[in-house]
Antibody, heavy 119, light 108 residues
Framework: EVQLVESGGGLVQPGGSLRLSCTAS????????MHWVRQAPGKGLVWVSR????????HYADSVKGRFTISRDNAKNTLYLQMNSLRAEDTAVYYC????????????WGRGTLVTVSS | EIVLTQSPGTLSLSPGERATLSCRAS???????LAWYQQKPGQAPRLLIY???SRATGIPDRFSGSGSGTDFTLTISRLEPEDFAVYYC?????????FGQGTKVEIK
């Protein structure tokens, strides 16, 4: 069964850094594009970033461009999100999601990890 | 950038009733690029519909999607207790993924 498990969330001060991880199992991780999507408390879903299968291409939402870096280690079946210069508005549950092989939609999601940016 | 507007914001219905959720795009795009997700409190989103009208694996046939151009609809033919949740539409195209703001389906 496909599983995506996020980790690395927590409380961080404004201006601080955090690295999120998403460990994948149950499928050939290296064959799939992966995404990060976030959800602020009580709010809707917002796409954050994506990386293609061989890490040759990445893309970011304007709100995180220059501050966040997406990466992956296909040998470890793990997706990462390095978050720097964190702001209060980055507070959210961060989900990793698998892009379906059949199209651009997300067919599997992790349970998320909460990032709280506060002093 | 395409903006997706979902309506209504909240839908109050009873089990057994029909639910009709709308997702309107700010500009026309191919109907192949619209998905619907269900999210329950404290849980991750779950894919329901992709390519506007194709049900994802394991999704009951009471869920159906339709539409094209700028107007898309998710229909739940008869609400079951487990269907009360928040529903999001999503547009996807190379290097751009946009969600609607969500419709909450609550028990009346």
């Amino acid at each position: 069964e496909v599983q995506l498990v996020e980790s690395g969330g927590g409380l961080v001060q404004p201006g601080g850094s955090l690295r999120l991880s998403c460990t994948a199992s149950g499928f050939t991780f290296s064959s799939y594009w992966m995404h990060w999507v976030r959800q602020a408390p009580g709010k809707g879903l917002v796409w954050v970033s994506r990386i293609n299968s061989d890490e040759s291409s990445t893309h970011y939402a304007d709100s995180v461009k220059g501050r966040f870096t997406i990466s992956r280690d296909n040998a470890k079946n793990t997706l990462y999100l390095q978050m720097n210069s964190l702001r209060a508005e980055d507070t959210a549950v961060y989900y990793c999601a698998r892009r379906s092989g059949a199209g651009g939609f997300f067919d599997w999601w992790g349970r998320g990890t909460l990032v709280t940016v506060s002093s | 950038e395409i903006v997706l507007t979902q309506s209504p914001g909240t839908l109050s219905l009873s089990p057994g009733e029909r639910a009709t959720l709308s997702c309107r795009a700010s500009q026309t795009f191919s109907s192949s690029y619209l998905a619907w997700y269900q999210q329950k409190p404290g849980q991750a989103p779950r894919l329901l519909i992709y390519d506007a009208s194709s049900r994802a694996t394991g999704i009951p046939d009471r869920f159906s999607g339709s539409g094209s151009g700028t107007d898309f609809t998710l229909t739940i033919s008869r609400l079951e207790p487990e269907d009360f949740a928040v529903y999001y539409c999503q547009h996807y195209v190379t290097s751009l993924w946009t969600f609607g703001q969500g419709t909450k389906v609550e028990i009346k």
